[in-house]
């Protein structure tokens, strides 16, 4: 029987030497903590449901009465600014075949895995994918107005799975 007493006393004088469950939970919370730090100010920037437009148009690179103009895929070339929240949508150039030269800014480069404009009569159509960290597919399917210099339509945030009216207006 003291042998048994011994066996289970030296078993429980292991169990002591194990971390402490509080230390644990301590260092634990505190990594959680850490990374809640760290990735919120990558939520922050997310639009709200309902963004506030402006109504101030931006002077216009081009003159928009020109007829001609309107559907020139070139004029998208520029930076926009997304006045909501602070993105940038700098189109660096168009190619042959459509597809746009783009870099998207969160203030951080956020990669863009697909960019294209289509012409459908005077109307000029952008499509921009981003794929990056929190950016799993997030799509902007813009039309540009060459009346107010500005490319509105709609954002679709793939990680909430939602959509949102937005507007980019061309950075001076």
Known sequence: MTKHRHDRAHRLGKRKRRFPMGLVGLV??????AAI?????RF???????????TDAPAATTPASDPK??????????????????????????KGDR????????????????????EDG??????V????????GCTYKLTYDPDKDQLTGIYFQAALNET?????ARMK
Do not use: C, M
Request: glycine content about 6%; charged content about 20%; hydrophobic content about 40%.
């Open 69 to 94: 103009a309107k559907a020139n895929p070139q004029r998208l070339i520029g930076r926009w600014l997304r006045p909501d929240g602070g993105y940038i949508l700098d189109i660096q150039g168009v």
């Open 99 to 118: 597809s746009l030269e783009v870099a998207y800014l969160n203030p951080n480069p956020i990669h863009v895995s697909r960019a294209e404009t289509e």
């Open 122 to 127: 005077k109307t000029l159509r952008v499509f």
């Open 44 to 54: 922050s920037g997310l639009p709200k449901s309902t963004p506030p437009r402006s």
């Open 129 to 136: 994918e981003l794929r990056d960290v929190n950016y799993p």
């Open 28 to 33: 634990l919370g505190t990594v959680l903590t």
């Open 164 to 168: 949102f009216d937005v507007a980019f």
């Open 37 to 41: 730090f760290i990735v919120a100010p």
